[in-house]
């Protein structure tokens, strides 16, 4: 039999060994959990109501602050967003917004610090940048989209003033995720009472506006292809939706102060069963 020498001196040793392995391995399994918890905590999606609400308290975004910038929060805005699942964006009108407007006109031109901070407060929001780069809106501004599993946001800035009299500005905007994609619904619903008799062009961008009065509704599509805009004006009476013309017919001679509508279109609005709303609102 061979020798196995073990000493009660090697048995304590041995256990000694053991004990400290496990406590190791408890320790770790610990500190594991603690992290997991904390990176939790720290990307907790929020709602696109919250984030506004905590980004208008100007105590999170230090170059915001109440001691450089004025706001304005909850008023009518839009954000534009692009669906992986389609071709074209579009615009969602929204009321969880907040504009921060420079108090002073001589502010120095802060976007970078900005556009970090924004980063990072989205972040721990559970959002995350989209664009690697900033897409211009217009010659004044230019925006950045941030993408969440609740919400998504977009923070528009403006150009470093170049004029006496303007001051720099900053807006947030943000919308539920679930308005997202009512949006999509409802214009791909519409594009499809369109295309039974129409063809259209490869699209961008859709923007929808929708007004009612009792229980008729019209609403307008403007979408952008790759020749001219479309206006498409669509009505419906308790929801059931048609499409009544091209508002940006390109005759001339049928141009009213808003839109061109020709003789087929004006006696479609003016149709009995919309109670004069469409022609009224139209013309």
Same mark, same amino acid.
């Given at each position: 039999? &061979?020798?196995?020498?073990? @000493?009660?001196?090697?048995?304590?040793?041995?256990? =000694?060994?053991?004990?400290?392995?496990?406590?190791?391995?408890?320790?770790?399994?610990?500190?594991?959990?603690?992290?997991?918890?904390?990176?939790?905590?720290? %990307?907790?999606?929020?709602?696109?109501?919250?984030? %506004?609400?905590?980004?208008?308290?100007?105590?999170?975004?230090?170059?915001?602050?109440?001691?450089?910038? +004025?706001?304005?929060?909850?008023?009518?805005?839009?954000? +534009?967003? $692009?669906?992986?699942?389609?071709?074209? =964006?579009?615009?969602?009108?929204?009321?969880?917004?907040?504009?921060?407007?420079?108090? *002073? !006109?001589?502010?120095?031109?802060?976007?970078?610090?900005?556009?970090?901070?924004?980063?990072?407060?989205?972040?721990?929001?559970?959002?995350?940048?989209?664009? @690697?780069?900033?897409?211009?809106?217009? !010659?004044?501004?230019?925006?950045?989209?941030?993408? +969440?599993?609740?919400?998504?946001?977009?923070?528009?800035?403006?150009?470093?003033?170049?004029?006496?009299?303007?001051?720099?500005?900053?807006?947030?905007?943000?919308?539920?995720?679930?308005?997202?994609?009512?949006?999509?619904?409802?214009?791909?619903?519409?594009?499809?009472?369109?295309?039974?008799?129409?063809?259209?062009?490869?699209?961008?961008?859709? =923007?929808?506006? %929708? @007004?009612?009065?009792?229980?008729?509704?019209?609403?307008?599509?403007?979408?952008? @292809?790759?020749?001219?805009?479309?206006?498409?004006?669509?009505?419906?009476?308790?929801?059931?939706?048609?499409?009544?013309?091209?508002?940006?017919? *390109?005759? &001339? $001679?049928?141009?009213?102060?808003?839109?061109? %509508?020709? &003789? !087929?279109?004006?006696?479609?609005?003016?149709? &009995?069963?919309?109670?004069?709303?469409?022609?009224?609102?139209?013309?």
């Amino acid at each position: 039999m &061979p020798n196995l020498n073990i @000493t009660p001196k090697k048995i304590v040793i041995n256990i =000694s060994i053991i004990i400290a392995i496990t406590l190791i391995a408890i320790g770790t399994i610990s500190i594991l959990k603690n992290t997991t918890k904390k990176d939790i905590a720290v %990307i907790k999606p929020e709602s696109a109501k919250n984030i %506004i609400a905590s980004a208008a308290a100007q105590t999170k975004i230090s170059s915001l602050s109440a001691k450089l910038y +004025g706001q304005q929060a909850n008023s009518s805005a839009t954000t +534009g967003y $692009k669906s992986s699942d389609y071709d074209y =964006s579009v615009d969602i009108p929204t009321n969880n917004s907040v504009l921060f407007y420079a108090i *002073s !006109e001589s502010q120095e031109n802060d976007t970078v610090s900005v556009r970090a901070q924004v980063n990072e407060f989205m972040y721990q929001n559970g959002l995350k940048k989209v664009d @690697t780069d900033n897409k211009p809106v217009d !010659e004044s501004s230019y925006d950045t989209i941030f993408d +969440g599993e609740k919400a998504i946001c977009q923070l528009t800035d403006s150009m470093p003033p170049n004029t006496k009299g303007t001051t720099s500005f900053h807006i947030i905007t943000c919308i539920d995720v679930s308005q997202v994609n009512q949006e999509y619904a409802t214009v791909e619903k519409l594009l499809e009472i369109y295309k039974k008799n129409n063809q259209i062009n490869e699209f961008t961008k859709v =923007s929808r506006y %929708i @007004t009612s009065e009792d229980k008729v509704s019209y609403s307008i599509l403007t979408i952008k @292809t790759t020749g001219k805009s479309l206006r498409l004006l669509f009505a419906s009476i308790d929801n059931n939706w048609e499409y009544l013309g091209n508002l940006s017919d *390109s005759d &001339p $001679k049928y141009s009213s102060e808003k839109y061109n %509508i020709t &003789p !087929e279109l004006q006696a479609k609005i003016s149709d &009995p069963k919309y109670n004069g709303f469409i022609v009224k609102e139209i013309h």
